[in-house]
């Protein structure tokens, strides 16, 4: 966890020290592409003696990407299934199968993907996933002991600068829109709740959503302009009908029962991390990237990287739960099919900023969505669900602001001015929104992912998802860009159970009488 062990009376002490260091904003640049783009010395100088630099590597699969080729040595260990990837579906995947001798691989320092969960002193914060509402997910956490904390909010929204309580639920009858917007808004709602959506799937993801808002106000285009990519990765143009009607039964708290903690889904993959160790200790396996997986007569060889050490395993199955834009590089002799499937997949990039405040900004919603041409698109207050009643105004806040960029932006994620620029933007906005609120941001924190979210686009529900995840031999896909609709921790749940049941089978019992941990189990 990289700021996790956060000293708080150390750096107190340095503020104290220098209150003009106290006074800077220090903008920290975590992500994809920071260990290739160093923090200028010039702003770690400014920053507090204890605060570190978050940081993600995509070097190795960038080299996988441009074709480099690596010694691979023969394989040193056998397993029963090989999981690649260790964000929430290599996670829940692993979790199936703890029974099983099992190997997972994730090439980052910590578990979790998109959904992971750091500390500013003590106070968590989401740097991906936020919430959720599916019961599948819900009975998952309760299994492996997480206390449910619902969110009981609507989302606010800000029009017009000006913020708007309870949108969906009859806010936006008391906003700054005119009457016939309003009008608009009513009969827009009422109008996609009488779709089948079930029945009319493969009509609907044949088509944008943008061909379903032109018969309506073009602030609800503004508004899913921005709700689109904050959710799912794509504007109204880039969108699936289906998506874009169906996400009119949840979106924005219109759902039923969301649960969040403080930092988000993250916590979550804490908690299976901590549940798989549990059952058997040494086989969540950090800082390992998968280069290689190649089906070989009866078995698939696996290498892997590891602290610049190429290793090679041997599995009867395989779980591919990293994205498909990796699957489709590391996997040898792909079939055609696969490869144009997975090459049909776009994912956009996401800038991840959480402004870290010595004193409350905004405590009025969990999630507050902004319609297009904000840049922000959302933020929510990160302790929602543990200090939502607490009146206390001075006391620390974390605002974990959602910056979606559109895809031609990715190559610009590169540079460290152009994340940091995008943090001064935000703490500007919030300044606008909230006076006052610049002088109370005691640290911005970047974390930025190059292809954060698949894009939800027309076909990829009905016609690439589909195809993306059927059994490639013994290989089975997890990773939610293989179920279609939209990317959450749900899709991940369901891709991880998916091809766990998938290799089970391809098992047989004879994995589970070979299985050095299933033989350490007691009986069930
Ligand atoms: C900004 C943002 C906000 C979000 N908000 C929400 C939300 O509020 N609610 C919600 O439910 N969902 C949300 N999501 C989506 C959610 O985070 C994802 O759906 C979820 O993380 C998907 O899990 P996954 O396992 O499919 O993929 P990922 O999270 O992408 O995990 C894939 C893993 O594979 C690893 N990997 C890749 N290549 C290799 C390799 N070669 N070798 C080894 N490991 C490899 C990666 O490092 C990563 O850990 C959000 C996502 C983002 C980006």
Redesign the pocket.
Same mark, same amino acid.
């Given at each position: 966890m990289e700021y996790e062990n956060h000293d708080r009376s150390a750096e107190e002490q340095t503020a104290a020290e220098n209150p003009t260091r106290r006074e800077a904003i220090k903008f920290l640049i975590g992500g994809a592409m920071a260990a290739a783009c160093p923090v200028p010395a010039a702003l770690l100088a400014a920053a507090p003696a204890q605060t570190r630099v978050g940081s993600e590597s995509n070097e190795i699969?960038h080299k996988v990407r441009d074709g480099s080729t690596f010694k691979l040595p023969p394989p040193s260990a056998e397993y029963d299934v090989v999981i #690649?990837?260790?964000?929430?579906?290599?996670l829940v995947a692993a979790h199936d199968l703890r029974d099983v001798n099992f190997l997972l691989?994730?090439?980052?320092p910590r578990?979790?993907? @998109?959904?992971i969960s750091e500390q500013w002193r003590g106070h968590w914060y989401s740097t991906?996933? /936020?919430? @959720?509402g599916d019961s599948h997910l819900e009975a998952l956490c309760r299994e492996i002991g997480m206390e449910i904390r619902t969110i009981d909010s609507i989302d606010a929204a800000i029009i017009h600068d000006q913020v708007v309580p309870e949108f969906w639920t009859g806010g936006y009858w008391k906003c700054a829109y005119s009457q016939n917007t309003k009008k608009s808004f009513e009969k827009f709602l009422k109008d996609m709740r009488a779709i089948d959506v079930e029945e009319q799937a493969e009509k609907l993801d044949a088509i944008s959503f943008a061909e379903i808002l032109k018969d309506y106000a073009p602030e609800l285009k503004l508004y899913f302009d921005n709700y689109g990519p904050n @959710?799912w990765g794509a504007d109204v143009e880039n969108t699936s009908a289906f998506v874009g009607v169906q996400s009119t039964r949840w979106m924005a708290g219109l759902e039923t029962r969301r649960f969040t903690w403080s930092g988000?889904?993250g916590r979550i993959s804490l908690a299976l991390e901590d549940n798989i160790n549990r059952a058997g200790a040494g086989r969540l396996r950090k800082g390992?990237? #998968? #280069?290689r997986v190649e089906q070989k007569a009866s078995r698939i060889q696996v290498s892997?990287l590891e602290e610049g050490q190429a290793v090679t395993v041997t599995a009867k199955a395989v779980v591919a739960?990293?994205?498909k834009f990796?699957a489709k590089k590391?996997i040898a002799e792909l079939d055609a099919d696969h490869l144009e499937a997975m090459g049909k997949m776009r994912y956009q990039p996401?800038l991840?900023v959480n402004v870290c405040c010595r004193e409350v900004v905004y405590n009025g919603s969990f999630d507050t969505d902004i319609p297009a041409p904000s840049l922000i698109v959302d933020f929510n207050v990160a302790d929602w669900s543990e200090e939502r009643h607490n009146q206390e105004t001075r006391r620390p806040q974390v605002l974990t602001c959602?910056v979606?960029r559109p895809e031609r932006e990715r190559a610009l994620f590169l540079s460290d001015d152009y994340c940091k620029q995008m943090g001064e933007k935000v703490v500007e906005q919030l300044e606008v929104w909230f006076p006052g609120a610049r002088g109370k941001v005691e640290e911005v924190r970047i974390y930025r992912?190059g292809h954060?979210?698949f894009v939800s686009a027309p076909g990829v529900t009905t016609q690439l998802a589909p195809r993306i995840r059927k059994p490639f031999g013994n290989i089975f896909f /997890?990773?939610?860009?293989a179920e279609g609709d939209i990317?959450?921790?749900?899709?991940?749940l369901q891709?991880?159970r998916r091809a766990a049941r998938e290799a089970k089978n391809a098992l047989g019992h004879a994995a589970l009488r070979s299985s050095p941990v299933a033989a350490a189990m007691p009986a069930r």
């Open positions: 699969c #690649v990837g260790g964000g929430p579906s290599g691989l994730e090439k980052e578990l979790g993907g @998109n959904a991906g996933a /936020a919430y @959720n @959710n988000g889904l390992a990237t #998968v #280069v892997y739960a990293c994205p990796i590391i996401y991840v959602y979606p992912r954060a979210m /997890a990773h939610s860009d990317t959450d921790f749900s899709s991940a891709a991880g």
